[in-house]
């Protein structure tokens, strides 16, 4: 089977109720990103960081995957499908993608403040202060602040040059590095972009789904169908 990289992006989540932030002019539910997703911001307002994921987590318990998650489940079918996603929800997981790498972390974690390597499922919504890893020091957010590191990155650009087929799903690219992975695929593959707004790429070759994530993803399977001349 040919393999299929799908880089998803906040926007592939949309339709499941959660807001992306560029499209509220980089307020994210309220809140200035810069205030509550840096480590400036968990240096000097620990408590304001805290409440902020633990409102987003508690709004994920309550979001299920579209249409959108969904039809990259079905894709499965014919495809080794890779997923590289910017997200830190797990629709993904819920729709039941098997291969997902979270380039920006997950929601539902959280890490050691001295051992990057100790990472805890939170069981409910909240993580508060005084929630200690194994070694005694308080427990943050597993999630990439913006100003940190992406260690995932290097195997997301491994993912990504070994594709047959590349497709982007709800990002804006303008987060990097994750926004270059596009240029890791091979030159001259099939490279889709499904997005309802514009997107600006330099990639000249890409095929242009304009809908939103769950009747794009629809979109795509047909035309990829039509293609391999698959009847199912
Ligand atoms: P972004 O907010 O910069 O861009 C979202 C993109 O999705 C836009 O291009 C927009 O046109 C598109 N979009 C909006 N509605 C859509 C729909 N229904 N279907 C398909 N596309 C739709 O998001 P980004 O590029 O992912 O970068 C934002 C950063 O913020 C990421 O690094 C991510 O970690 C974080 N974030 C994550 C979540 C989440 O986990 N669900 C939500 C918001 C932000």
Not at 31 to 59: C, G, I, T
Not at 163 to 171: C, K, Q
């Amino acid at each position: 089977m040919k393999n299929l990289v799908v880089l998803t992006g906040a926007g592939i989540s949309a339709e499941s109720g959660i807001k992306t932030f560029r499209e509220m002019g980089g307020l994210w539910e309220e809140y200035d990103v810069m205030e509550v997703a840096s480590p400036h911001a968990w240096e000097n307002n620990q408590e304001l960081v805290m409440r902020f994921y633990n409102e987003r987590r508690k709004k994920l318990l309550e979001a299920s995957p579209n249409e959108g998650h969904i039809g990259l489940v079905e894709l499965e079918k014919y495809f080794n499908v890779h997923i590289v996603t910017q997200n830190v929800d797990d629709l993904h997981e819920r729709a039941g993608s098997k291969n997902i790498l979270h380039l920006h972390g997950e929601l539902k974690k959280s890490r050691s403040t001295i051992d990057p390597n100790l990472i805890y499922e939170i069981s409910g919504w909240e993580l508060k202060t005084g929630d200690k890893c194994e070694k005694g020091s308080q427990l943050r957010p597993h999630i990439v602040w913006f100003g940190e590191a992406v260690p995932a990155i290097a195997e997301a650009a491994d993912i990504c040059e070994k594709a047959d087929i590349f497709v982007v799903v709800g990002t804006s690219l303008n987060v990097y590095p994750a926004a270059g992975l596009i240029d890791y695929a091979p030159n001259g593959i099939p490279v889709f972009l499904i997005d309802p707004n514009d997107v600006g790429t330099k990639n000249t070759e890409i095929t242009f789904i304009k809908e939103k994530a769950g009747t794009g993803v629809q979109k795509l399977i047909g035309f990829l169908k039509e293609k391999s001349g698959s009847n199912d």
